[in-house]
């Protein structure tokens, strides 16, 4: 059984600050990972991809991955009320047909 | 162009009765999903086809779920009977597994309650 772990939270942060994300995954053949932003009563929204050891950057978002340590990670910059959501950790085994494996997502508060 | 295409957006019935729930995969994709969302499971995949051939029904959770891709614009979910316990928000995606590592498009999703 595959699996995705992550801290169901909430993560509070104030507002400006950096919200750090965690994500750990069991299959040593995943080969892509995902976050998705999920609001409150709204459909999963992809915000970063990563296929690489490393950080990769978009806007305010990193997000970072260590395959040794199967690990992902996302960084959200300057946090704003409006990142207050459900953040989804997705994994995706090729050999599987693109079939992805969701965490149960963490909850992020920013507080104004 | 218009995204992954799910209806209706709110469904509420009786225990006992049937649900069909329907999908439209963004045009060009050739992989379809059905989730399943609760707060105690989270997000769960039910089924997923590629080129309207389903490749993985593992998810379903029992013979009352069928689902099926009658063409590639098309697919259904159907429940019968229905239970409460299936009450949940079920989700369509989509993709397209030309490129590398293609994401999964969300549909809005179909809230389901079953009374």
């Known amino acids: 059984q595959k699996e995705v772990e992550q801290n169901s939270g909430p993560l509070s942060v104030p507002e400006g600050a950096i919200a750090s994300l965690n994500c750990t995954y069991s299959d040593r053949g995943s080969q892509s990972f995902f976050w998705y932003r999920q609001y409150s009563g709204k459909s999963p929204e992809l915000i970063m991809s990563?296929?690489?050891?490393g950080d990769k950057e978009d806007g305010r978002f990193t997000a970072q991955l260590n395959k040794a340590s199967q690990y992902v990670s996302l960084l959200i910059r300057d946090s704003q009320p409006s990142d207050s959501a459900t953040y989804l950790c997705?994994?995706?085994?090729?050999?599987?047909?693109?079939?992805?494996?969701f965490g149960g997502g963490t909850r992020v508060l920013v507080k104004p | 162009d218009a995204g992954v295409i799910q209806s209706p957006r709110h469904e509420v019935t009786e225990m006992g009765q049937e649900v069909t729930l329907r999908c439209k995969p963004i045009?060009?994709?050739?992989?379809l999903f059905w989730y399943r969302q609760t707060m105690m499971r989270g997000l769960e995949l039910l089924i997923y086809f590629n080129n309207n051939v389903p490749i993985d029904d593992s998810g379903m959770p029992e013979d009352r779920f069928s689902a099926k891709m009658p063409n590639a614009s098309f697919s259904t979910l159907k429940i019968q009977p229905s239970e409460p316990r299936d009450s949940a928000v079920y989700f369509c995606?989509?993709?397209?597994?030309?490129?590398?590592?293609?994401?999964?498009?969300f549909g809005d999703g179909t809230r389901l309650s079953i009374l």
């Open positions: 045009s060009g994709h050739d992989y």
């Open positions: 997705a994994v995706n085994d090729r050999a599987a047909g693109n079939k992805l494996t």
């Open positions: 990563i296929y690489s050891n």
């Open positions: 995606a989509s993709t397209n597994r030309w490129g590398p590592n293609q994401p999964q498009h």
